[in-house]
């Protein structure tokens, strides 16, 4: 890993840290539906910053699956997706509750 990659992920490890710590800290105080999906996807996002690093640093592995006849790491597919999973299911519950 080069020198602006380091500082690359120390930023976005410094600012996901915030960003999950902030989450956690709402969690505990709402227990409204809707915003413990955003919670979970920030934590979620975070995790997917903190295995990227791992996997690029050597630490873990990942096998690789055929996907739509593309071999793709699994791990990194579900981290990469999850996050947006959960922002959509929130705004889906959002507009349901304004609905009404």
């Known amino acids: ?56 640093l050597g630490f873990v592995s990942v096998k690789k699956i055929l996907i739509f006849g593309n071999e793709i790491p699994l791990i990194q597919l579900l981290l990469a997706v999850i996050p947006s999973l959960f922002v959509i299911i929130s705004f889906i519950i959002m507009l349901y509750k304004t609905r009404r």
Do not use: N, Q
Request: proline share 0%.
């Open 1 to 56: 890993m080069g020198e602006t990659e380091i500082i690359f992920f120390a930023i976005k490890l410094v600012l996901g840290g915030i960003i999950a710590f902030l989450a956690i800290m709402l969690w505990s105080r709402t227990r409204d539906f809707s915003w413990m999906f955003l919670v979970l996807a920030a934590v979620t996002g975070y995790s997917a910053i903190v295995f990227d690093l791992l996997l690029r």
